[in-house]
């Protein structure tokens, strides 16, 4: 129905607005039933033929879908309605996860808490020193005329990745797999049926 509703558009374009959404489907049924009710034609492809053709049906099919305007919209609202549900449920998903992040962070040792950043800070720092380095090297070869430095580039950018894999990865890792430990805490937590 929703390819036969977006047909349906051309002669109502408010139609157009109601059409997206997890109740899509619902709104194109209602505005095919409205268009077949105005046309006396049982078949969509034939509906929309039909409005084609008489400019007076296709008046009386906008009048009909300005009638039912308030319904039709009420569907599409709920569906926002139903995505704004969802998004607060995440957003509440993220507050519960930062708060058993700020639980378990009060139980590690410095070591714990400082290596983490140490390594994001290298990783950092390192891909800066990377770019100054690289940024060097084109000043080199454009302004000083020396293509033997733009030749280092490709050799400079693969060596730095090569030095920042380790600790990128470091970080990568643990990041994932505190993130596994959150989240299996989370669901222990909605099991048993307490709260953070």
Sequence with gaps: ML????????????????LG?????????????IAQQVT???????????????PNLAFQFQKAVLDQQAHLAEIAADV??????TD?????????????????SANESWYQKGWRPFNGFVVG????????????????????KD??????????????????????AAVGITAWHRGVLQRMQIQGDGKSGTTQ
């Design 80 to 85: 926002t309605k139903a995505e704004l549900a």
């Design 88 to 104: 607060t449920a995440q957003v509440q998903a993220v507050n519960t996860t930062m708060q058993a992040e700020v639980a378990n």
């Design 147 to 168: 293509l033997a430095a733009l030749n280092m580039v490709p050799q400079l950018a693969t060596a730095i990745a090569m030095i920042l894999a380790v600790p990128g």
């Design 125 to 144: 720092l390192g891909s800066f020193v990377a770019v100054c380095f690289v940024c060097y090297l084109f000043y080199v070869a454009i302004i000083q």
């Design 21 to 33: 959404g997890q109740k899509a489907e619902e709104v194109a049924g209602k505005v095919v039933g």
């Design 3 to 18: 390819p036969i509703a977006l047909a349906l558009a051309q002669f109502a374009p408010m139609i157009a607005g109601w």
């Design 40 to 54: 006396g034609q049982s078949s969509p492809d034939a509906t929309v033929a039909a409005l084609a053709a008489d």
